[in-house]
T-cell receptor, first 115, second 112 residues
């Protein structure tokens, strides 16, 4: 069955370190998204991609970067981790080919703690 | 993208019908209304989407009045497992514009 996975599921790192969160989907979806979720803020969009080599900034992109070298993967990199980036990160994907819905399929999330 | 307003929390009991209303006064002509459900420690899950009038599926119904400035998600006969956060989103669907803006959602607590 097609799915979307994230790794690691939990990560503890130190301030200033570079961290990469992986997202892999087997839906063959063109669109992929990264969100962070914090208490009181709901989900906020970090970056998104509409296809290979395409990346776009979301509402909270500072301190984060993404790259899309293939359809299946959209890794999220924190260039220099800060305590304010402690959060739960969700990756999602969606299909734009004949889809009737704004249906995004979400991964299980990665809980990141920056000490 | 249109901003949405929904209650922060709601309480209900098992077996009751629950209606969660979302306000979206600035909805655009090409915007659809979409609802997601999120259980603790999981990613959100699509529930239902509509443009006008009424949409029903096996999980919920969505009621949209003629002016489309609000919508109501209706969950029939809720159970304890329906305890979750419910998000109302408004935006165009499909194609290259289907990024969505999630608000803080409505926390539905179902009690026995």
């Amino acid at each position: 069955d097609a799915e979307i996975t994230q790794s690691p599921r939990h990560k503890i790192t130190e301030t200033g370190r570079q961290v990469t969160l992986a997202c892999h989907q087997t839906w063959n979806h063109n669109n992929m998204f990264w969100y962070r979720q914090d208490l009181g803020h709901g989900l906020r969009l970090i970056h998104y991609s509409y296809g290979v080599q395409d990346t776009n900034k979301g509402e909270v992109s500072d301190g984060y970067s993404v790259s899309r070298s293939n359809t299946e993967d959209l890794p999220l990199t924190l260039e220099s981790a800060a305590s304010s980036q402690t959060s739960v990160y969700f990756c999602a994907s969606s299909d734009d080919r004949g889809s009737s819905y704004n249906e995004q399929f979400f991964g299980p999330g990665t809980r990141l703690t920056v000490l | 993208l249109a901003k949405t307003t929904q209650p922060i929390s709601m309480d209900s009991y098992e077996g009751q019908e629950v209606n969660i209303t979302c306000s979206h006064n600035n909805i655009a002509t090409n915007d659809y209304i979409t609802w997601y459900q999120q259980f603790p420690s999981q990613g959100p899950r699509f529930i239902i989407q509509g443009y006008k009038t009424k949409v029903t599926n096996e999980v919920a119904s969505l009621f949209i009045p003629a002016d489309r400035k609000s919508s109501t998600l209706s969950l029939p006969r809720v159970s304890l497992s329906d305890t979750a956060v419910y998000y109302c989103l408004v935006g165009p669907y499909g194609g290259a514009t289907n990024k969505l803006i999630f608000g803080t959602g409505t926390l539905l607590a179902v009690q026995p």
